[in-house]
Every structure is written in C-alpha cells, then in structure tokens.
C-alpha cells in the first residue's frame, strides 16, 4: 500500500493501484465479474493493520480491527458481498446523506442551499471555527454543524417526532426497519460536549430555530442505528437509481434530490480529504468513525465497506483501499473516458 502525505505530514488517501488495470465505463455497469473483483479486494487489503479505532466515542474504541466487509448493490436489484456483510455497526456520519436527502425531499432544493450551503470547509468534521469563519453558517450537510441544521429540519412538531421521521426515513433507504443501538447512543450522549456546544453556536446564530439540545440529540440517535455493509450499499444504489430503492421498489426521494445529494456529497463526504478522494477514485461517497463507507456510482449501484481502523480525517483505510480498488477495475470513475476510436 502506498500512503501519500499533505505538506503537514498526514495523510492523503492511500492508494495501492499500479497493477490494477483501469476500466473506463461511461455506460451500463458490467456485473458479471462482480462477485470475483470484491473478493479479490477484500483478499488484497484484509491483512492492513493502519488507522486507528476511534477511541474518543468509548464503544467504538471497543470494535473488533479484524472486522472487514465488502458489498455491492446494483441498480438491477442484485446484491453481492463478501466478508463480515451481516456484521452490525452503527451508521454514525454516514447518516448525515441520507437525512439531507430527506430535507431536500421536504423543503426543497433553493430553501436547504439557503440554510444550509454545499462548500467544504477544508477543516475536520466537528470545527467550531468553521462555523464561526463564515457567520454562523454551517458550510454544508456533511459536517456535524451542518448535520445538526440538518435534522433540525425534518418535519415534526416535537423531537420524538423527528426522529420517528429520521428513522423511518433511513429505513426506507435500507429496505428494512433499521434499529437504534441503545449502547451506541448512550455512549455518544457522553461524549458529545463539543456537538452540544456546535448546537448552541447555531442558535445564537439564528440557524436553529428549536432547542439546539432537542436537534443534538437527535442528530445522536440517528448515528447511533444499527446497520450492515449490505445496507450500505442498497442505501447508496436508492440514490444511484434515481430515489427508488432496487430491493424494494419503493421510490424514497427524487431523482433531483439525488443528484443534488451526490453532488453535495462529491465535494464533502471525506471532510477535509475529499478533494483527495474525488481526485484518486472519482465517485461520491460518504464515510462513518465507526469505519463504514459508502460510495455510489449513478445509475450503476454502490458499494458499502466497513473496516474500523481509520486514518488521521477518520475514513476506514481498508474501506478506501477497497472501493478505489473497485472503481478502477469497474470503471466507476465519473471522470474517467477514454478517446473516441475512428474507423
């Protein structure tokens, strides 16, 4: 595995891709071999010992490191995977794509700009002096004072309520009643002081209208529900296919409010290295400090990893490794073509 690094001395995505051929696809996604190609990432980058746990949430400083999934949803329906697929872990930040997509469902695309902005911030995920650099306003979704903004915007006359419509919501992305892990939550509640005060910063802002703890804490609840590598993935293929979920049928957003979500989540999804991810693999995606991520290539599928070891921005290393492995043999790369051949 090669790791680049930042003139500070962290690092930048890692990549180990020189003997992987690169495919250029612009059109339908190839599925016959997809089976075999996750197989051959999950084998190649099982044995990756970098990151760390993410020791400051108390229960996920507890996640087993061998832990590693692989799986994919294609837009057809089908679903493959290899690994730990069935392994529950909580969805932490990842959440924070798909309740952006229900606001923008709701409220609609002008009103969230407005509130909530699409520019990165270019510093970590839970910066206070981001929010403070730019007026109180939380920059975009992906970080957590634009989440909290975030859910504080799905409808519901009380907290309770909200978070019935966040789960139920996150459900329908997943094709299946997702549950809150009650640990999870606990855990978080004691170790969010600092969401607590970003929270707080909204509102003497004027961006929050209700009680910033109520919006803390749901934003809490809706890191804390249980999924699996293979939610992932059907989740990430909802938004590939237009809003409507392959396993199911059911259509959960617009096929507007899609594009407007991967586009945010294209500039945003690996806080201050997306810029570096969108550059080396090429497609949106979002990633969670319990080591999951999700990456979805439009009108194709998505994939869904999971490993909890984490590098310095708190992205899954194995989980990047993986997916840009599968971008390049896949040709997911948005920006990828290849020169038009003349007879």
Wanted: hydrophobic share 40%; proline share 4%.
């Amino acid at each position: 595995m090669v790791m680049s690094y930042t003139s500070d001395g962290n690092e930048n995505i890692p990549t180990d891709f020189d003997d992987v051929v690169q495919q250029v696809s612009t059109g339908t996604l190839e599925h016959n071999r997809i089976d075999e190609l996750l197989l051959e990432a999950h084998d190649r980058y099982s044995e990756v010992d970098d990151g760390l746990l993410a020791h400051y949430i108390p229960v996920l400083g507890q996640a087993n490191p061998e832990t590693f999934a692989i799986a994919m949803s294609h837009v057809g329906g089908s679903l493959h995977g290899v690994g730990d697929c069935k392994h529950q872990f909580s969805i932490q930040s990842i959440s924070k794509m798909f309740v952006y997509a229900l606001v923008l469902q709701e409220h609609g695309h002008e009103a969230v700009h407005e509130r909530i902005g699409v520019n990165n911030t270019g510093m970590p995920f839970n910066s206070v002096m981001a929010v403070e650099l730019n007026n109180g306003h939380p920059m975009n979704p992906m970080v957590n004072a634009g989440a909290i903004a975030t859910t504080e915007m799905i409808p519901g006359k009380s907290s309770a309520k909200k978070w019935e419509n966040v789960r139920e919501g996150l459900s329908a992305f997943a094709g299946r009643p997702l549950i809150l892990d009650d640990e999870v939550y606990e855990s978080e509640s004691e170790a969010n002081e600092r969401n607590k005060a970003l929270g707080r910063l909204l509102k003497s802002y004027g961006r929050l209208e209700g009680d910033p703890l109520n919006a803390v804490d749901v934003y809490t609840k809706q890191c804390s529900l249980n999924i699996t590598a293979n939610d992932l993935a059907v989740m990430g293929a909802t938004l590939a296919d237009g809003g409507i979920n392959p396993v199911t049928g059911q259509r959960v957003v617009s096929a507007d409010v899609c594009r407007d979500t991967l586009a945010t989540v294209a500039t945003n999804g690996l806080y201050e290295r997306s810029g570096d991810w969108l550059f080396e693999i090429g497609i949106p995606a979002k990633s969670g400090v319990s080591g999951g991520i999700v990456a979805v290539a439009p009108g194709k599928g998505a994939i869904g990893a999971f490993s909890p070891l984490l590098d310095m921005a708190g992205n899954s290393v194995r989980a990047q490794l993986a997916i840009g492995h599968l971008s390049r043999a896949m040709g997911l790369n948005l920006f990828a073509s290849a020169p038009e051949r003349r007879g």
